[in-house]
């Protein structure tokens, strides 16, 4: 009977893959940024490198205008434009700041997700150590009952062609046929038990109470006796 009881997905694969993926494109996006840093620092240092020659330069034509010619004039451009290159390389240095400031966020938000994540994973694994717990210690409450009332009930308990379903079928419920056979198939796929499909038709508010029952206090044998005294009352 151990074989048919329900079996619960945690997900933990896919959660586990999800976790894989996460962090190869983690480690993808660090290393691009640092090698886009890198490339950024390289080429503002030769801009910055090159600023310094043309100030010499200016400096020097502007001294050699001074001492050949006094104009004012071109002494004033040069030094406009030296401001203008000042500005520009400010900038650019405000812009690399911003950007490693982003980039500084990006890291602490994908950190904080994967804590997340290694969190979620570590909860469904307990959860599903105690899940199993519970499943065997309930294995082996359940075997002898269940033999027991298959033949107090005249039950037969069969699969129903899917993996999270089980057929309970009950003969000696129709006084005018002893052979006839009243089933019901039950889902086990969630902790919440649910009644899919019945023969005979029982009213639908007797069925959920009667499996509200089961989902509360967890007796199978009590359901199954349950369901066996619907089925005796519609055959009437």
């Given at each position: 009977?151990?074989?048919?009881?329900?079996?619960?997905?945690?997900?933990?694969?896919?959660?586990?893959?999800?976790?894989?993926?996460?962090?190869?494109?983690?480690?993808?996006?660090?290393?691009?940024?640092?090698?886009?840093?890198?490339?950024?620092?390289?080429?503002?240092?030769?801009?910055?490198?090159?600023?310094?020659?043309?100030?010499?330069?200016?400096?020097?034509?502007?001294?050699?205008?001074?001492?050949?010619?006094?104009?004012?004039f071109a002494h004033?451009?040069?030094?406009?434009?030296?401001?203008?290159?000042?500005?520009?390389?400010?900038?650019?240095?405000?812009?690399?700041?911003?950007?490693?400031?982003?980039?500084?966020?990006?890291?602490?938000?994908?950190?904080?997700?994967?804590?997340?994540?290694?969190?979620?994973?570590?909860?469904?694994?307990?959860?599903?150590?105690?899940?199993?717990?519970?499943?065997?210690?309930?294995?082996?409450?359940?075997?002898?009952?269940?033999?027991?009332?298959?033949?107090?009930?005249c039950l037969k308990?069969?699969?129903?062609?899917?993996?999270?379903?089980?057929?309970?079928?009950?003969?000696?419920?129709?006084?005018?046929?002893?052979?006839?056979?009243?089933?019901?198939?039950?889902?086990?796929?969630?902790?919440?038990?649910?009644?899919i499909e019945m023969?005979?038709?029982?009213?639908?508010?007797?069925?959920?109470?009667?499996?509200?029952?089961?989902?509360?206090?967890?007796?199978?044998?009590?359901?199954?006796?349950?369901?066996?005294?619907?089925?005796?009352?519609?055959?009437?």
């Open positions: 009977m151990a074989d048919t009881l329900p079996s619960i997905n945690f997900g933990f694969e896919e959660l586990r893959e999800r976790m894989a993926r996460f962090t190869h494109r983690f480690d993808d996006f660090i290393a691009e940024g640092r090698k886009r840093v890198l490339e950024e620092r390289n080429q503002f240092r030769m801009n910055v490198a090159e600023l310094h020659g043309k100030r010499l330069s200016v400096l020097y034509n502007v001294m050699s205008t001074q001492l050949i010619s006094g104009d004012i004033a451009q040069n030094l406009a434009k030296e401001a203008a290159e000042t500005s520009e390389m400010h900038a650019a240095i405000a812009s690399i700041t911003s950007q490693r400031d982003v980039r500084t966020a990006q890291r602490d938000r994908l950190r904080s997700e994967i804590a997340s994540v290694q969190e979620t994973i570590s909860q469904r694994l307990d959860a599903q150590r105690q899940h199993a717990a519970y499943l065997d210690a309930q294995a082996r409450h359940n075997v002898p009952e269940l033999d027991f009332w298959q033949d107090y009930l308990i069969d699969g129903a062609g899917m993996i999270d379903r089980l057929k309970f079928a009950f003969t000696h419920v129709d006084e005018r046929d002893w052979d006839r056979e009243a089933w019901f198939e039950l889902c086990t796929e969630s902790r919440d038990y649910e009644v023969r005979p038709k029982i009213e639908k508010e007797k069925i959920d109470s009667c499996v509200e029952r089961l989902n509360e206090n967890r007796n199978l044998g009590m359901f199954l006796k349950g369901m066996r005294e619907l089925f005796v009352e519609v055959m009437k």
